[in-house]
Structure formats: C-alpha cells, structure tokens
C-alpha cells in the first residue's frame, strides 16, 4: 500500500488511539494531536498528506486547522470527524476547507475507505533511509530522520525494554521492572503519563512521532524497526 503521513487531531484519547493504530495496519504513517495548538506546533516541522479533525477540541475550533491548511498547503486531503451533524454544522466545515465531513459514530473502515478515497491522488511519502536506534551509552534515541533525542534514565529503560521485544507487545509489569520500579496501581498510571510526555518530547525535538502503541490490556509495543547499540543498562535503577 502507497504509504502516506496522516495527521489526527481529536481530544478523546481512546478514539485518537484507535483511528491511530487503524491506519497505521494499513501502512500510513500516523501523528496524534490532543488540540490545535498541539498540531500547530509541528506543522512547520511536518507535511501531512491528509488531516482528521475534530471541530470541538480545547482552545481553537478544528475549523481554523482546516482554513489554515487550505491557505498554507491546499493540496492537503481534509476529513472532519465530529459529533456536530446539523446542516449549518456540515455547511460551516466545508466553507472551511473539508474535503469529507462524517460523523464521530462512522466506523473506521469507513473513514479509512474515505481516507484512501482522498489519498489516491496524492503521491506517495519516499521511503525512510534510516530507523530507529537507541544509542545506551550516550542516552539517545536517533530517529530515521537524523535527529539526536537525549533520553532520562527511566526512558532509556522503557525504549530498551521495547526494543529488546522486537515488535511484541511489552506488559507494564516488564517495562516497571526494567526501570526497577514495583509494579503498583500507581506506578503504572505513572508511566502512561511518561510514555506521553516522551512521545511529546519525541515530537518537539524532531518532528517525528515515536511509534510506540498503547496495547490495551497489556502495555505498549514499538510498532517500527528499531536497533540496540552499546552494552544493556542495569536492570535497576532510580
């Protein structure tokens, strides 16, 4: 499949996971965003070929996403997925640039088919030259596009015990023991709350979305290739 970056920008973290990890089986390249200012905030660092937007998100509409990428890059595809399904709602999201206006309760094979629909006409992303690598003993993570991310000591335990799995979901359990943490009710929401924070940090110093993928009941995965460099760290720590 022709492999395109796709931008989702919806404040419901289970609904953006799920369109996320959706489109992401069906080889797009995928990036979340919380509200408009946390997409506005990558935008110049990233071009998407296509955007999922929610009109109601904290701080600015998803509209103004809409009006502001149709005046700086009108070749990209438009979708907005909203709960708003009056006709002056509909009317309002297409005088602001939508290509496609559904409804939030569409299933996603639905909106991946509009996805696509939108997608056919656009070229496809080239391919990445590089992967990701978790450099130990410098503490970094080196992205496929060449930036350098200096990591904590507890991300390092994290992106290592990801790494070793090879692709395979990782319990929290597993990660908490790789950061020499006990694995408590508390710690684990604590480290739901690191894990974005990461994927964040990720993000403002790159530009590039960490793949790694909440896996419900379990924990989390790191959905690309990725490569360990230097000795393991101690399987212990602060």
């Known amino acids: ?31 979340g965003y919380a509200s408009a200012e946390d997409f506005h905030a990558s ?17 600015d509409s998803g509209l103004t996403i809409a009006e502001w990428l149709r005046a700086h890059s009108p070749d ?16 309002r999201g297409l005088k602001a640039g939508a290509d496609i206006y559904l409804a939030k309760n569409a299933p996603l094979d639905v909106i991946a088919a ?12 080239p391919a990445d030259t590089d992967i990701w690598q978790l450099v130990r003993p410098e503490s970094v993570l080196r992205t496929p596009g060449g930036s350098s991310v200096h990591l ?17 979901p990782v319990t929290r359990a597993n990660i908490l023991r790789k950061q020499g943490r006990k694995d408590t009710l508390n710690n684990e929401r604590n480290l739901d709350g690191a894990t974005a924070r990461l994927r964040r940090k ?12 909440p896996c419900y009941g379990i924990g989390y995965q790191f959905s690309e290739q990725g490569s360990l460099i230097g000795t393991p760290i101690p399987s212990h720590g602060g």
């Open 76 to 91: 990209t595809g438009i979708i907005v997925l909203t709960s708003l399904g009056s006709s002056a709602d509909h009317i």
């Open 152 to 168: 904590t000591w507890s991300e390092m335990a994290m992106l290592e015990a990801l790494f070793e799995a090879s692709g395979q």
């Open 202 to 213: 990720v993000m403002e110093t790159s530009g590039e979305e960490l793949p790694i993928r």
């Open 1 to 31: 499949m022709t492999k395109h970056r796709i931008a989702v920008v919806e404040d419901d973290p289970i609904l953006r996971d799920d369109l996320l990890d959706y489109l992401e089986l069906r080889g797009h390249a995928v990036a």
């Open 114 to 125: 509009n996805c696509d629909s939108l997608l056919r006409r656009l070229p496809a992303l």
């Open 43 to 59: 935008a110049s660092t990233r071009d998407f070929a296509l955007a999922i937007l929610d009109i109601v998100l904290p701080g």
